[in-house]
């Protein structure tokens, strides 16, 4: 059974930065997608970003300019930096690897709380 470990969460004041990071159990071939989501309380789960196979990236227009997602195809790892954070980026984020086959992965959240 192949887990999805995140780490990197944690608090920080508004313009502060972290880093999440998000590896697999064990390597994965045929990944198509590697990305982060997140779910704030009393809200439904949303896409923060993605990069698809060829390396395209796609964000959440709340944070274009502020995070970047990148990834080590053969650790199979996934990052995310945030940069310039705000209290509405305040959720709980989660790893999601999803391969050709259709499966997805998904880790069990790590927080990230923005609060002065």
């Known amino acids: 059974q192949v887990q999805l470990v995140e780490s990197g969460g944690g608090s920080v004041q508004p313009g502060g930065s972290l880093r999440l990071s998000c590896g697999a159990s064990?390597?994965?071939?045929?990944?198509?997608?590697m990305g982060w989501y997140r779910q704030a309380p009393g809200k439904e789960r949303e896409l923060v970003a993605r990069?698809?196979?060829?390396?395209?990236?796609n964000y959440a227009d709340s944070v274009k300019g502020r995070f970047t997602i990148s990834r080590d195809n053969a650790k199979s790892m996934v990052y995310l930096q945030m940069n310039s954070l705000k209290p509405e980026d305040t959720a709980v984020y989660y790893c999601?690897?999803?391969?050709?086959?259709?499966?997805?992965?998904w880790g069990k959240g790590t927080l990230v709380t923005v609060s002065s």
């Open positions: 064990e390597k994965l071939f045929s990944v198509t997608a």
């Open positions: 999601n690897i999803r391969r050709a086959s259709s499966v997805e992965y």
């Open positions: 990069v698809i196979s060829g390396g395209v990236t």
